[in-house]
């Protein structure tokens, strides 16, 4: 509202109104600066007023310059003078208030900016320390040295490792279950298969040698270096999020501890190859089969189906530029997962899944009992030669899991050497499918 010089005693002096609007623009230079004050009145048309000795031309400029309004014209009396000025006055107080409040929040912008810039270069100052130091301390130092130090201990070979089957005429009493195995296995088309057996009967053994002796055979599809990878169904872990699944692979998201930190970093997710991918080629024999969790067998027919694994993750994204090359492959085509399963179980087949069953041929191996003749000892048989079953002379009777090996005769419990021609008799005479 403006005011009248009446409200302002002795204020409508001419010579004071000039005084006091000299004193405005000296407060206003001392506010911008004189040399912006002179460059904002060019601007606003207030120059000439406020260079000029007139004082209505004064207040005209003066009010241009306050209000930043170029339009405002001269037609006012000189009685509206001491109000004009109260009210420019007031303006200039606000003006500067609301100047230092956002010189206050500049300042505190900027001071938070320079915080946050010393906290990003710290980070990134232990990102390259991380990325340059070594991973060892002194305590994994002294861990990795009696490690290495448990790796130079050892027991003398046990009677399990000397008597380990090395070959296929080393396994005894099996001949009809082993004929069974070679006819599913070394073939051009080999089978998945089922091993039925008692504990310590021979099961992994018997296996694992009919892959080598598949691989010698000119038609077999195992090549040379055919894997032969063993699992146990009763420890396999998995959870069905897929976090872990060593089976059948799994996939690390970003997000969980595990994930490669340059993986993690990019949020791209990394996918873990399983066993079934492993055994690629050759065989995968899983012992007590019949123990694996019924979700994860069902999983693991899916994949003898396929011949592949697939990978799943809702972090992955095929068009994010940062995904290599070979998880982009995964994701799209899968893992090859190409093998023949051999399973083995101390189980009665009733209780294994038929859906399994029917995938596979079945191998019972024979329940060995005593008496038991098991092997004839000759001394023609050269401890260079044979080794595989080196037996203590003065050792009359060895048993190896239900396996009870006792010599023949008086004669052959003084040769130390194990021959292969056994003798056995069995009760469970069937074997085959
Ligand atoms: N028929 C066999 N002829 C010779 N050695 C055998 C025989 N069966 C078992 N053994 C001996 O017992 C050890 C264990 O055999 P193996 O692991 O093959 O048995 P398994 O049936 O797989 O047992 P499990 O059910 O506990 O897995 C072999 O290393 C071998 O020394
Ligand atoms: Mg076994």
Redesign the pocket.
């Known amino acids: 509202m403006t005011r009248k010089t009446t409200d302002f005693p002795g204020a409508n002096s001419e010579e004071l109104l000039k005084r006091r609007i000299g004193a405005m623009f000296s407060f206003l230079a001392s506010v911008y600066g004189p040399e912006t004050l002179v460059l904002k009145a060019g601007k606003l048309g207030a120059l000439k007023g406020m260079k000029s000795h007139d004082l209505l031309q004064q207040v005209v400029a003066l009010q241009k310059v306050v209000y930043e309004d170029p339009t405002i014209g001269a037609s006012l009396s000189i009685d509206e003078i001491p109000g004009i000025l109260e009210d420019c006055q007031e303006e200039i107080a606000d003006h500067i208030a609301r100047h230092s409040i956002e010189q206050e929040i500049e300042d505190l912008v900027s001071r938070k900016m320079q915080e946050k810039h010393e906290e990003y270069l710290k980070d990134i100052k232990k990102e390259i320390l991380l990325d340059n130091s070594s991973p060892e301390t002194e305590q994994t130092q002294k861990k990795l040295k009696t490690l290495v130090k448990l790796e130079k201990r050892s027991l003398s070979r046990s009677a399990?490792t000397i008597?380990?089957?090395r070959s296929l005429k080393?396994?005894?009493?099996?001949d009809r279950a082993i004929d069974a195995l070679l006819a599913k296995i070394a073939s051009p088309y080999p089978q998945h298969v089922i091993l039925y057996?008692?504990?310590?009967?021979?099961?992994?053994?018997?296996a694992r040698l009919v892959l080598q002796e598949s691989k010698k055979l000119p038609f077999s599809p195992f090549a040379r270096k055919a894997p032969f990878i063993e699992t146990d169904g009763s420890t396999l872990r998995w959870d069905p999020r897929e976090i872990t699944n060593p089976l059948l692979g799994s996939v690390h998201d970003p997000i969980y501890q595990g994930a490669r930190r340059d993986f993690a970093d990019g949020g791209v997710p990394e996918p873990k190859l399983g066993l079934v991918t492993a055994a690629t080629g050759g065989v995968l024999f899983i012992?007590e089969i019949g123990e694996m969790d019924p979700l994860l067998q069902n999983k693991l027919l899916k994949v003898l189906e396929d011949k592949r694994v697939f990978f799943d993750s809702s972090y992955y994204d095929p068009d994010d530029p940062r995904v290599p090359e070979y998880v982009k492959r995964l994701f799209s085509q899968g893992a090859p997962a190409d093998f023949v399963l051999v399973g083995?179980t101390?189980r009665d087949p009733e209780e294994i899944s038929p859906a399994l069953r029917s995938r596979c041929a079945e191998v019972a191996?024979s329940l060995?009992t005593a008496p038991f003749t098991i092997f004839t000892i000759w001394a023609g048989v050269s401890a260079s030669k044979n080794t595989s079953a080196h037996l203590d002379r003065s050792a009359g009777l060895i048993s190896?899991?239900s396996?009870v090996v006792a010599p023949t005769s008086t004669k052959s419990a003084g040769a130390p050497w194990l021959n292969s021609r056994f003798t056995y008799s069995g009760t469970r005479g069937s074997s085959g499918s």
């Open positions: 399990l008597l380990r089957p080393h396994i005894v009493g099996q057996g008692p504990p310590g009967i021979g099961k992994t053994s018997a012992d083995a101390t191996l060995l190896s899991g396996l």
